[in-house]
């Protein structure tokens, strides 16, 4: 039987806790643990000791007493209550946080304090590089910045990260040369601690493990700043900007490199800035499919994709335990803005390079295109196509008792006029639901920062009103995406 105890809690105190307590899966995830639980304000895990065993041979609680009572001056830590070795293994007893304060399970922050954690993490990494070059050894810590609470409170310790006389006993896979060197880069080098901190956040909110709020579009841009400004010689500073500039040498790559992460999302963003969307919306069976079809065979400049296609793709990405539905209602309701934000960044992610026009539909909530031009700015358009009811049940009619001409469908000689006006009604009423008819009352604030419903500034939506001949109708699409196409080369200019 071996322990630390730093509180005043005994032994055998900390030992009945685990006796009397079911492990369970409460409490913040950590690599290193096999089974967690909480005693009032007491929170314990128990660890891997089997892969502490298999990678590292010496006394493991002598190395954490020994890694806690360094990083513990240096930083601010969670409270560790006592670490404890029996025949069952190895316990850590630690004091309880807040789970409201993890950047995880969802939580939601301002994009303030998400600054201000940045700042102080990256101040925390300066003061582990002090020590390292005073001492004899060096000390590190994973700088995940879902390792902090929102507080700036560093709460996974384990396993421990030091390296002594040169000797790697950071629980790095010997075995494992990228493993080895991404542990060692993202726990102990300046570059790869501070740019592994900027790309955890940038996962984390693609994951949507946690959301920000108010979060500026160019928020990349101000955190590299962030992170040159805190260089901590003008040589670290000339790295950081050579290997954001050129990327990392193949002998220094490995799976998952914060640096060229970091390179793709910078890239990937830029090619969304070279770009305008145009969402579609419109009245059922107005003609909005076939106008796009001809937007998208006539326009080699034009992309074309559906906006039914993009979430279910957002949706895996989240790796979400609830259904597809089920989640797609939670992230409405929970926050729209960061529900639509996470659709433009998948937009941009598949986006063509070659097509400076994306054309999306079908756009039915009004709320959520209030969201995408508080996102997109004046990048974003909508393209509204109404026409009247009776010529609308007349085009549906006619299509279904005819062949189609690009596919399989054959004719529908059953179908009635009655059967087709009935479900043109259904239609119109569940996108209503969703505010499809308040998009054409959208109107620019007075200064063009926002768009509103029903508000005093000019009209937002394109309106075109298919109600004439179809060479009328191919004219105004004509006129319309011919005044779009100017506009990606500014934004390439800018």
Excluded at 469 to 489: R, V
Aim: charged share 30%; net charge negative; glycine share 6%.
């Amino acid at each position: 039987m071996k322990s630390y105890i730093y509180d005043s809690y005994s032994h055998e105190e900390l030992e009945k806790i685990v006796h009397f307590t079911n492990h369970t899966n409460n409490g913040y995830p950590t690599s290193n643990c096999i089974a967690r639980g909480y005693f009032n304000n007491i929170f314990f895990k128990k660890l891997n000791f089997p892969k502490i065993c298999e990678l590292y041979k010496g006394d493991y609680l002598s190395l954490f007493n020994e890694y806690y009572t360094i990083i513990n001056q240096i930083m601010k830590t969670n409270k560790i209550l006592g670490i404890i070795q029996n025949e069952e293994g190895i316990f850590e007893f630690s004091e309880l946080l807040d789970e409201t304060k993890f950047l995880d399970s969802g939580n939601s922050f301002e994009w303030i304090e998400i600054l201000s954690l940045f700042d102080k993490i990256l101040f925390d990494i300066n003061a582990c590089i002090r020590y390292n070059v005073l001492s004899k050894e060096k000390i590190g810590f994973e700088t995940a910045i879902w390792n902090f609470t929102i507080d700036g409170i560093l709460f996974d310790l384990d396993p421990p990260k030091i390296l002594k006389n040169s000797m790697d006993i950071s629980f790095t896979r010997k075995d494992d040369f990228d493993h080895k060197q991404r542990t060692l880069y993202r726990s102990f080098d300046e570059i790869g601690m501070k740019f592994n901190l900027l790309v955890t956040l940038i996962l984390g909110e693609k994951h949507n493990s946690f959301v920000v709020k108010n979060q500026p579009n160019n928020y990349i841009e101000i955190l590299i700043e962030k992170i040159m400004q805190s260089a901590t010689s003008t040589l670290i500073k000339k790295q950081m900007i050579e290997n954001l500039i050129n990327g990392i040498a193949k002998e220094e790559n490995f799976i998952g490199h914060p640096i060229e992460i970091i390179r793709r999302e910078i890239m990937t963003k830029e090619k969304g800035d070279n770009k305008i969307f145009i969402f579609v919306a419109g009245t059922s069976e107005s003609g909005k499919s076939g106008g796009i079809n001809y937007l998208k065979d006539n326009y080699s400049e034009i992309q074309h994709i559906k906006i039914r296609d993009i979430f279910p793709k957002v949706y895996a990405d989240t790796s979400s335990k609830l259904s597809f539905e089920d989640w797609q209602n939670f992230e409405e309701n929970r926050d729209l803005n960061n529900f639509w934000k996470l659709f433009v960044n998948k937009v941009y992610e598949i986006a063509d390079d070659s097509k400076s026009i994306i054309i999306l539909d079908t756009m039915y909530g009004v709320e959520g295109m209030i969201e995408l031009y508080n996102i997109l700015g004046d990048r974003v358009n909508l393209l509204y196509i109404d026409a009247p009811f009776n010529e609308r049940v007349m085009r549906e009619y006619k299509r279904l008792r005819s062949d189609s001409i690009n596919g399989t469908r054959k004719a529908d000689l059953t179908i009635t006029i009655e059967d087709v006006i009935e479900r043109t009604i259904k239609k119109d009423k569940k996108k209503n639901k969703k505010g499809a008819n308040k998009l054409p009352q959208l109107t620019y604030s007075v200064d063009k920062q926002s768009v509103e419903i029903d508000g005093v500034g000019e009209q937002f939506a394109t309106i075109i009103n298919n109600d004439s001949t179809l060479e009328n109708f191919h004219g105004m699409l004509d006129n319309y995406i011919k005044s779009k196409l100017t506009k990606p080369k500014e934004y390439v200019r800018k």
